[in-house]
């Protein structure tokens, strides 16, 4: 059944039958060495993707015999406590973790392999992941609804726990198979309930299953939950200050409690004094107070306190908040407190500038926070692959060290201060929609997200190679076809919603996928009929600018040295001010948007041409999303280009497509 179910872990039959007859004899039994449940797993997947793979049943056998596949672990300090290494000697091939984890890990990498049809002579390989922390973060509400979610209902049946469902299984594989190791089940937004105590027992069981996978449950936890969940008792709780000793000692029985249930939880995830939720403001105490507080009682099991700094509001510019409220905390946040910081300064933007406060925080743990769901992106209707924006970002030098680094990857992979607790987190994409993610193509985001989370050095050609490849199979039309329609496609959406930097162009209240620029007037723009941007400079505008390194101060600062891709982001432009290219500011966003339409007209003819190379099923799906996707990026080109000719009455020129 092609339904898209599989994702990337199709096991089917190799289909060059000379390699299949190689891969039939080198490959006819597998040998699990360790009796750990993570190493079972390993096994157990080996046996399932073998026999998939091979046409044949491929047992576990107990005893190593010719052409056995060996999976085990050896101490290797080379290899980290999750690498792996893939070795094929004469008689066998050996997957060997340095932990069982990196067990696990080496046998998707060998699977993966096989599934792309490489030469028996090329299996041999050695990775290990850059980043301790590599974690999805879902917005799954206790009703099952998702927060931003666009691919039906949160897979987690909540109620029905401790019931298990086969997905979850599917699930943790589908993690394990990218190098995921941590994830936190419910929404940033979080209800307290999630921690009342007769809830434990049922999210303990579904502990269990990720734990076999090698995955670390947490939890989003709401700072009020001594008061939710206390309101019914004799002397309730009426405070959630950090300070407070009932407040401590209600956080040190709670977590107590879960780790009797869940002795592997892997800790907290907080959103705090954002958006309404509460936090140690609401009692005159630091974010860092705030978060210590948790984290000195999480320690002691060896779990970890995750702190959001997406806080926005006080300030005139959203853009600066966090900056200006973090960067003053550098340093007093505990050892095993980590501070999570999106990539840019507003909200997931199709493009923003790096957030400063990456660059800002030397001495804190840190992690990224990516958005995988396609909030501001195209929902599941527009495809727009993120990792070459993932790939910018990451490799952004923030000049704040030595010479032009550290660059985000160093810091979020720990190399630039030698920390342990940072990494990477994506904002999920996954539902229990079939297809997990909504649209087909939308678990390239998940893939990708992973992949970089493993090695943000991979590039995105290589990545999205790897995603095809595994998803599609290896013909060579198909690859080229679809790498090259995946790969523009994330400059082909901002180029047809809001190129220059402009940002937020749909309405903030609303489920943010139509274009409404009139009601972002202000928050991200200010358009006139002269011109429009937002002054962030430091000379004459918020200031944003000036929270960056003099470098980057000085050519985000300057009107001539700006990148034009963040131009209207750092400065208000007159329309007729000439870009780089010699057109107007204006004319560039006409032409912008029509350009960006055609491409997508494209995609979708060029997704025609690769029928009968593609199941008729996944085929069929696919070109129902391209076909919606022209709709709404005629709706974005034209709603756009509306608003700035109303306002600037400056009629376009040069292409005659526009009768005014
Ligand atoms: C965005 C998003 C919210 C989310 C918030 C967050 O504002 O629209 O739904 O809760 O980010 O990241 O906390």
Not at 490 to 495: H, I, K
Not at 525 to 530: F, G, L, N, S, V
Not at 573 to 591: A, C, E, F, N
């Amino acid at each position: 059944n092609e339904d898209g179910y599989d994702l990337w872990l199709r096991y089917h039959l190799v289909a060059d039958s000379n390699l299949l007859s190689r891969y039939r004899d080198a490959f006819t039994h597998i040998v699990v060495q360790g009796n750990h449940v993570v190493l079972r797993s390993a096994g157990a997947e080996l046996a399932r993707g073998l026999s998939g793979l091979l046409g044949r049943s491929i047992p576990v056998r107990d005893q190593i015999g010719k052409s056995a596949v060996v999976v085990g672990t050896k101490v290797d300090n080379t290899l980290g406590p999750e690498g792996f290494t893939i070795k094929r000697r004469t008689d066998r091939v050996e997957i060997t973790g340095a932990g069982e984890r990196g067990a696990l890990y080496g046998a998707f990498r060998f699977l993966q392999q096989l599934q792309r049809q490489r030469p028996l002579e090329r299996l041999d390989l050695t990775d290990r992941p850059a980043s301790p922390l590599r974690m999805l973060n879902h917005w799954d509400n206790l009703n099952r609804s998702i927060e931003r979610g666009y691919a039906g209902k949160s897979i987690f049946v909540w109620d029905e726990l401790p019931g298990l469902r086969e997905r979850y299984v599917d699930y943790a594989r589908l993690l394990a198979s990218v190098g995921i190791n941590h994830t936190v089940i419910n929404n940033v937004n979080a209800s307290a309930e999630f921690l009342r105590s007769e809830r434990l027992p049922g999210l303990a069981a579904l502990a269990g299953v990720l734990r076999s996978w090698g995955v670390r449950l947490w939890l989003s936890a709401n700072y009020a939950a001594p008061i939710t969940l206390t309101a019914d008792q004799p002397s309730p709780i009426t405070v959630a200050d950090p300070l407070d000793t009932r407040v401590q000692q209600w956080w040190q029985d709670k977590i107590d409690e879960i780790y009797r249930l869940i002795p592997d939880f892997g800790g907290f995830l907080v959103k705090a004094n954002s958006e309404g939720q509460p936090g140690p403001l609401d009692y005159g105490r630091t974010h860092a107070e705030g978060a210590n507080m948790l984290a000195d009682r999480l320690a002691a099991y060896d779990g970890k306190l995750v702190w959001r700094s997406f806080v926005h509001e006080g300030f005139d510019d959203w853009a600066e908040y966090e900056y200006r409220v973090f960067h003053p905390l550098d340093g007093q946040f505990h050892a095993n407190a980590v501070v999570q910081t999106k990539n840019g300064p507003i909200d997931f933007q199709v493009r923003e500038p790096v957030n400063p406060l990456f660059g800002g925080l030397p001495r804190t743990n840190q992690m990224i926070e990516l958005q995988v769901t396609q909030e501001y992106t195209g929902h599941s209707t527009h495809l727009c692959y993120l990792v070459p924006e993932w790939k910018s970002i990451l490799g952004f030098q923030t000049h704040t060290g030595t010479g032009s680094g550290p660059t985000v990857a160093d810091i979020v992979t720990g190399l630039a201060y030698d920390q342990e607790n940072v990494g990477m987190a994506g904002v999920v994409n996954l539902g229990d929609d079939r297809d997990w993610t909504g649209y087909q193509l939308g678990a390239a985001n998940t893939h990708g997200f992973a992949r970089l989370a493993w090695n943000p050095k991979l590039s995105a050609d290589e990545i999205v190679t790897d995603w095809i490849e595994l998803t599609f199979g290896g013909d060579r039309q198909v690859v080229s076809v679809l790498k090259a329609i995946m790969l523009r496609s994330w400059s082909t959406y901002e180029s047809y919603t809001s190129p220059l930097g402009m940002g937020y162009l749909t309405y903030p209240l609303g489920s943010h996928f139509a274009p409404a620029p009139t009601t972002t007037q202000n928050l991200s723009h200010h358009t006139t009929a002269e011109g429009t941007g937002f002054d962030r400079t430091a000379a004459t505008g918020s200031g944003f600018t000036g929270l960056y390194a003099e470098h980057w101060q000085d050519i985000y600062g300057s009107l001539a040295n700006c990148p034009d891709e963040l131009l209207l982001f750092m400065h208000w432009v007159p329309y007729t001010h000439r870009l780089r290219s010699g057109k107007t500011m204006i004319q560039h966003i006409y032409d912008s948007h029509f350009d960006g339409y055609e491409r997508v007209v494209e995609f979708r003819r060029a997704w025609g041409r690769l029928a009968g190379r593609v199941d008729q099923a996944r085929y069929a799906d696919i070109a129902a999303t391209f076909d919606a996707h022209v709709i709404e990026a005629e709706r974005w080109r034209d709603t756009i280009v509306s608003y700035f000719y109303g306002f600037s009455r400056i009629v376009p020129t040069g292409t005659g497509w526009l009768q005014l």
